[in-house]
């Protein structure tokens, strides 16, 4: 074991609702474009909330078999394609994969809710035509790791690979972990983040009776607004985000593009409610300050955070609560955005969403803005949540939160890289 050991990031690959490549996803939020579109997937006239940032037009292409891509649930088809685009822009196309030792590449794929439309067309069919009719893939198709496990199954992976589900917090986690397999030697290289796909008529339904998202459908593209006084819920996004995490050495000894540094991560649990985080913070602020503990470095070195930022009422400042415990006056002098205004909630697959944004502001030294901005509360005064606009900034050192229901916490750590020489 080696906790010190150099992890680095040197792929990506996204789904998401402006398309599966990750430079126009970039471009997309520096441009301050919203996502967020009335729903035409199914009927949902009666219901309060008619809204969403979906993935349309998605075809999985040649990055996955027709006739199982035809069959799966979309959840695991969105992490084939974010998984295998993140290999090739590692440079390891299917054609490269030979020169990896596979035994010791793995995957960690979670999804906060597995085969939502998969399990609600299951009870339909039972409820319609009897169990005779429910399909053979029905299991094997709604679980959790089932995306993580076909991605391996294709690639010939057999190292580490599970499936972590927790909640919103659950790509940030798999990040987490599959970093920490390669610090502990039992991994040269991991594919991991999140996929989830709950755009469904009973996944609306549910965190409508949450009373957790926004009802501003006669403008939704305003809906999600984290920070702003008259937010009222967040707003459902959908897709996945895959990085591709190695040791420095195993990269640098491939050639590797390395686009950054993962410089560490921290967990907590507020222990506390089922979906409400505590007032104060305490909970986030102490898996914070477990992350600047796990890199290795000061906390002023921080200059810029990707927010988990879901613009619900208490969630919001509850985050901004822990930031000021924990970074104190330097919370002034730092830079904070939130990706879900511009692309909604993305759930399981948020964490890894959002650590694509961050490591891309450390590649352009742009932030993308936080729009809907329009009236901040007051907790926020004197903090730069980059409104409306994007802004240049050369990213220091960077973190990523996020945060799920049941009180799970994980923050990512982040940073340009430079070689041994530099530093």
Known sequence: ??????????????????????????????????????????????????????????????YMDKKQARRVD???????????????????????????????????????????????????????????????????????????AILAIDLGFMGPNYSISTACATASHCIYAAAKHIRDGEADLMVCGGTESPLTPIGLAGFVACKALSERNDDPQKACRPWDKNRDGFVMGEGSGVLILESLEHALARGAPILAEYLGGGLSCDAYHITSPWE????????????????????????????????????????????KRVFGEHVYHLSMNGTKALVGHCLGAAGGVEAIATIKAILTGMLHPTINSDDPEDEIAGIDIVPNHAKALKVQVAMSNSFGFGGHNCSLIFAPYQSASAT
């Open 280 to 323: 104060d913070g305490k909970g986030v602020s102490i898996c914070m300050e477990n992350a600047i503990r796990d890199a290795g470095i000061k906390k002023e070195e921080i200059n810029y955070i990707n927010a988990h930022g879901t613009s619900t009422p208490v969630g919001d400042l509850c985050e901004v609560r822990a930031l």
């Open 74 to 148: 979309k959840f695991v088809s969105y992490a084939a394609v974010a998984g295998k685009k993140a290999l090739e822009s590692s440079g390891l196309g299917l054609e490269n994969l030979t020169r990896l030792n596979k035994e010791r590449c793995g995957v960690l794929v979670g999804s906060g809710m597995g085969g939502m439309g998969m399990f609600s067309d299951g009870v339909e069919t039972l409820i319609s035509k009897g169990f005779r009719r429910i399909s053979p893939f029905f299991v094997p198709y709604i679980i959790t790791n089932i995306a993580g």
């Open 1 to 62: 074991m080696n906790p010190r050991q150099r992890v680095v990031v040197t792929g990506m690959g996204i789904v998401s609702c402006f398309g599966n490549d990750v430079d126009h996803f970039y471009n997309e939020l520096l441009a301050g474009k919203s996502g967020v579109v009335p729903l035409e997937e199914f009927p949902c006239e009666e219901y309060p909330t008619r809204f969403a940032a979906p993935v349309r037009n998605f075809d999985a292409g040649d």
